[in-house]
T-cell receptor, first 112, second 115 residues
């Protein structure tokens, strides 16, 4: 079945460091791909999205490119801030129905 | 802005009780979802609904039921609560847009403890 795999956390970085959180997926057909962020004590918020191969989603300095050949959607940010500390979820939306499949989440801690 | 509101942020119940978790969305979304979130397991889909009175089982429906009598409201019911249902519960909704990219919008979650 469809699945999403993310790198294990927690990830701890210093402020202004470069961030990469790896995400790979297994799915039939061509799913849409998402990154969600969950700040402490809150629900999930959509961070960025991509619908087809080679699409790049971007928001708040974060970027991710839909790579069909490697079935990946890695999240990157050039310079992280303390306020980026959160749990990040990679997800795919199946191309039938409205179901999403979420990865296990990666906790990011950014130290000042 | 889409608003998804869950009735309680924190809830403590006892084993065997019948528990109701309520979720309301204000954007006329057709689709609504209930997930539970557990450390190391991410989000797992319990049930979803794509229309009033319609429901579909997700990946872990055992021990749960749902009710959708009105479009804006989706209730999750624990028929007889057990300690292994202690978890964070997240409600989400989305617009039914075939061929378009429709993300899910989440509530802030209900942290449920079963004693």
């Amino acid at each position: 079945g469809d699945s999403v795999t993310q790198m294990e956390g927690p990830v701890t970085l210093s402020e202004e460091a470069f961030l990469t959180i790896n995400c790979t997926y297994t799915a039939t057909g061509y799913p849409s791909l998402f990154w969600y962020v969950q700040y402490p004590g809150e629900g999930l918020q959509l961070l960025l999205k991509a619908t087809k191969a080679d699409d790049k989603g971007s928001n708040k300095g974060f970027e991710a490119t839909y790579r069909k050949e490697t079935t990946s959607f890695h999240l990157e940010k050039g310079s992280v801030q303390v306020s980026d500390s959160a749990v990040y979820f990679c997800a795919l939306k199946r191309n039938y129905g409205q179901n999403f499949v979420f990865g296990p989440g990666t906790r990011l801690s950014v130290l000042p | 802005d889409v608003k998804v509101t869950q009735s309680s942020r924190y809830l403590v119940k006892r084993t065997g009780e019948k528990v109701f978790l309520e979720c309301v969305q204000d954007m006329d979304h057709e689709n609504m979802f209930w997930y539970r979130q557990d450390p190391g397991l991410g989000l797992r889909l319990i049930y979803f609904s794509y229309d009033v009175k319609m429901k579909e089982k997700g990946d872990i429906p055992e021990g749960y039921s749902v009710s959708r009598e009105k479009k804006e409201r989706f209730s999750l019911i624990l028929e007889s609560a057990s300690t292994n249902q202690t978890s964070m519960y997240l409600c989400a909704s989305s617009f039914e847009g075939i061929g378009r990219l429709q993300p899910q919008h989440f509530g802030d979650g209900t942290r449920l403890s079963i004693l």
